[in-house]
Each structure stands twice: as C-alpha cells, then as structure tokens.
C-alpha cells in the first residue's frame, strides 16, 4: 500500500472586503451617521459580513475612520 499525503495549499489571498454604501461619504452636519456596513468574499474561507469599528461625531465637522 502506498499511502499518498497532501499538505493543504496555503491561503495567501487576503479576502476583499465590498463596502456597502459610497466610499468616501458625507454626512450633513448634525444628522445621523448609519454604518451600512461591508461583506467579505474569500477563496477559500466563505463568504460574509465584515465587523467594522470606528465612530462619526455628526456634531464636528472633520474626516473619520471606519475600519473593517
């Protein structure tokens, strides 16, 4: 018997991350900010929701971070 083994092929694509919604964005002074969040598509891991983190002060005017 001849026993074959396969190393599984490393993963070195990072997955891209589909914002929902216009990147940049604005916001008018005082209004509200939604989060319309951003999906994952990968090749070999499924696809999904990102997680984000980051806040908007509406009540400032200046450039924010949203990161996922």
Same mark, same amino acid.
């Given at each position: 018997?001849d026993?074959?083994?396969?190393?599984?092929?490393?993963?070195?694509?990072?997955?891209?991350?589909?914002?929902?919604?216009?990147?940049?964005?604005?916001?008018?002074?005082?209004?509200?900010?939604?989060?319309?969040?951003a999906?994952?598509?990968?090749? +070999?891991?499924?696809?999904?929701?990102?997680?984000?983190?980051?806040? +908007?002060?509406?009540?400032? +005017?200046?450039?924010?971070?949203?990161?996922?």
């Amino acid at each position: 018997d001849d026993e074959v083994t396969s190393e599984p092929t490393p993963d070195n694509t990072p997955p891209i991350i589909i914002i929902i919604g216009d990147n940049p964005t604005s916001v008018v002074l005082g209004s509200a900010y939604i989060e319309l969040g951003a999906t994952t598509k990968d090749n +070999v891991d499924a696809d999904g929701d990102a997680s984000s983190s980051g806040t +908007v002060d509406t009540n400032k +005017v200046g450039s924010y971070t949203i990161t996922y």
